[in-house]
């Protein structure tokens, strides 16, 4: 098996030509000069391979100096838009919050919902973009191989369709459909994580709880952040790690909830996502050397910025699920992750994919005791 960056086909690029670029909706090269070249870059997402004279042949989209930098300026005002918007909405959101601690006996900070929108919505991408915009302008062309190498990975991820995780996200989402039908808190009530009656002996409560969700923003995040952090899991190791990882996180998360949060009833995949993203960890840890290490960088700063959240939401998030969900990634990635060669993707061992069938079916099941019960 080849290692990733081999296996991104780039096209051949015939003598005659200087500067060119292809567009992902039409294969056939176009011929351009330079300042046509960047302009089209900068105005355009449809560009998937360039070439210059200094290259032999096409290759992806920032990954050199001079194409890399079109791309960080458009990044730059993308970002600069979302720091503008961040900012009105905390200054728009603190202005409420104000103004509902005036007219109601409680506390500016007293409103749990209102503190983790005004985090989530508000400062949290203020805090983001300024930190995005500082990383942006360190790059130069002494070390901007750490960016394009994320975006030669980037590339390498997304050009191969995983359609086990559109089954994934789909699935989650239908179940909460179903929840709805039958009724939120109904749903909740029958197959969520009820810590006494799981406690009694309805053990399955562990499970199921993690394929149900308590809103449309709960399943709404959680959808977009197990099909972006499921799918590079897919791609670099295969989906029977997935299916461990998410089922072993899942219920260890469920496990740390029930023993360290004994008196609220929980439900949500966030325990099996923080494993996913534990286990990226680990493995860009294991591989630095061929992970590049932006990737890892991302992990710790979605890690952080979720241990944020949860300390300032604690009475509506279950941070001992995350906790545990993130342990749990960890440790699979420390037990189950051998280095036996650099190289990506990372071939599952008999042992693993036998485990990754019984985690699917064990998760089937699931589903089927929450169709059941509700």
Known sequence: MKNWEEQIEL???????????????????????QEEMLKVIENNEDVKFVTTPQNDRFIVLGSDFETLQPLLKKKKDSIKSNLYVGLVISVLWIGLMLLFSLTSDNGFWSDTT??????????????????????????????????????????????????????????????????FITGLKDSVELAGLVKPKTLEGQYWRLLTCTLLHGSVMHILFNGIAIFIIGRMVIRITGFSYFSVVFLFSGLLGSIFS?????????????????????????????????????????????????????????EMIDNAAHGGGLIGGILIGLLLIRKRENM???????????????????LIAGIGMIVKQL
Not at 134 to 140: E, G, L, P, V, Y
Not at 160 to 176: A, C, E, N, Y
């Open 11 to 33: 096209p051949n690029k015939a003598s005659d030509i200087d500067y060119a670029y292809i567009l992902i909706s039409d294969d056939k090269p176009v011929i351009c000069t």
């Open 114 to 179: 209102g503190k983790l929108n005004l985090l989530v919505f508000g400062v949290i991408p203020v805090l983001n973009s300024i930190y995005e915009l500082i990383s942006i302008r360190r790059i130069n062309e002494s070390n901007y191989i750490k960016e394009s190498s994320e975006i030669k990975f980037n590339f390498w991820i997304n050009q191969k369709k995983i359609i086990s995780i559109f089954i994934v996200t789909g699935v989650l989402v239908l179940i909460t459909l179903l929840q």
């Open 258 to 314: 029930l023993y360290f949060m004994p008196k609220e009833t929980s439900v949500g995949a966030s325990g099996g996502i923080m494993g996913l993203i534990g286990f990226i960890l680990i493995l860009g840890l294991k591989f630095k050397d061929n992970i590049p290490r932006n990737i890892i960088k991302s992990m710790v700063n979605t890690i952080i910025l979720v241990t944020i959240i949860g300390i300032s939401a604690s």
């Open 344 to 362: 990506i993707p990372y071939r599952p061992t008999l042992l693993i994919n036998i485990l990754g069938i019984a985690s699917t079916l064990i």
